[in-house]
């Protein structure tokens, strides 16, 4: 019984650990970029000042430098990278640096990432579905990536749907099926939360949002 509570401890422990990961990574990653650029940008644009006349001591940070820096630096990068000459020189860096052997693993792993979870990115998913794989019996969670059309359609005759089999916890790898449509049970959730089961393989079960409450006794 003490065994049996402790596990049932330690798997929420993972739960909240894994649903929190995301968020306190984002904000010391923000962090660490407004600070760094604040540091950067604040000693020079304190001496430009104090050579215009601004009475200010030397080596005063201005307050919310480096957020409006960053954001302005941001803004321009998108700016650049909508134009021809933008995108070219993108892809010219991108090649440079992919020849890195540390750098590859880690700006290619962060860019299949941030594709995979981009909903104006051509891998975005369509719905989460459930197929019986590897075998009968056996269920796991697919996202539905479009109908089967072309020559898959015309040489099985029948109606086909296109799935990709993502892997745990690694979502960016994984396996396209392409199935019947009597073989895929289409679900409710929404991508999101299929991700979510995906990635902490299985400690983080969002409720169904279509089930219904037991009506209280009167």
Request: cysteine-free; charged content about 20%.
């Amino acid at each position: 019984m003490l065994k049996k509570a402790q596990k049932e401890v330690i798997n929420i422990f993972l739960a909240g650990l894994l649903a929190s990961l995301p968020l306190v990574i984002t904000v010391l990653i923000i962090r660490f970029i407004f600070t760094t650029v604040d540091h950067l940008l604040s000693p020079l644009a304190t001496q430009l000042l104090i050579l215009f006349g601004v009475p200010l001591e030397v080596g005063y940070k201005i307050p919310g430098l480096g957020f409006i820096a960053t954001v302005l630096i941001v803004f321009g990068m998108g700016l650049f990278t909508r134009n021809f000459l933008g995108r070219k020189f993108i892809a010219f860096g991108e090649r440079l640096f992919i020849k890195i052997p540390v750098f590859k693993s880690i700006y290619t792993g962060a860019k299949q990432v941030i594709e995979t979870f981009s909903a104006s990115s051509s891998m975005a998913f369509k719905k989460v579905a459930l197929i019986e794989y590897p075998r009968r019996g056996i269920y796991t969670l697919a996202f539905i990536t479009n109908q089967g059309k072309g020559e898959i359609t015309r040489r099985t005759g029948k109606e086909m749907i296109n799935v990709y089999v993502p892997t745990t916890p690694n979502p960016t790898s994984g396996f396209f099926l392409s199935l019947p449509v009597e073989d895929v049970i289409e679900l409710d959730m929404p991508v999101e939360d299929g991700f979510k089961i995906v990635i902490s393989s299985g400690l983080i079960v969002p409720a169904d949002r279509k089930e219904t409450k037991p009506s209280l006794p009167i």
